[in-house]
């Protein structure tokens, strides 16, 4: 079992920048996916960004490659979105996810944390 908890959401300006943070508790969270996704109002939930358990693979949507990074401190049981360069189309619910398999689809992943709200305007 693992619990998820985001921080680091907030209302931001076009072009300006954000740290998303993502802390889990568990025994699993070294070994499993970590991964970002968001859901915008009216809109299915999508994968922003997922990295594996060392940190050597990562997925990351088209829509924020070049702009957002993610990044994972297990020794702080940790997963980070840094979010540079933020449009209006960025804002959404973004959702801290983890499991042990890979990829963007969130249906593959099993534990979800509660959300944080991004909002950028124009």
């Known amino acids: 079992q693992v619990q998820l908890?985001?921080?680091?959401?907030?209302?931001?300006?076009?072009?300006?920048?954000l740290r998303l943070s993502c802390q889990a508790f568990g025994d699993s969270y070294n070994?499993?996916?970590m991964?970002?996704?968001?859901?915008?109002?009216?809109k299915e939930r999508e994968g922003v960004a997922?990295?594996?358990a060392a940190g050597n693979r990562i997925y990351g949507a088209d829509s924020?490659?070049?702009?957002?990074?993610?990044?994972?401190?297990?020794?702080?049981?940790?997963?980070?979105?840094q979010m540079n360069n933020l449009?209006?189309?960025?804002?959404?619910?973004?959702?801290?996810?983890?499991?042990?398999r890979a990829?963007?689809?969130?249906l593959r992943y099993t534990?979800?944390?509660q959300g944080t709200q991004v909002t950028v305007s124009s």
């Open 64 to 81: 924020v490659r070049g702009r957002f990074t993610i990044s994972r401190d297990n020794a702080k049981n940790t997963v980070y979105l």
């Open 111 to 113: 534990f979800w944390g």
């Open 35 to 42: 991964g970002w996704f968001r859901q915008a109002p009216g």
């Open 87 to 100: 449009k209006p189309e960025d804002t959404a619910m973004y959702y801290c996810a983890a499991d042990s």
């Open 50 to 52: 997922t990295i594996n």
């Open 5 to 17: 908890v985001e921080s680091g959401g907030g209302s931001v300006q076009a072009g300006g920048s």
């Open 31 to 33: 070994s499993f996916f």
């Open 103 to 106: 990829g963007l689809d969130p």
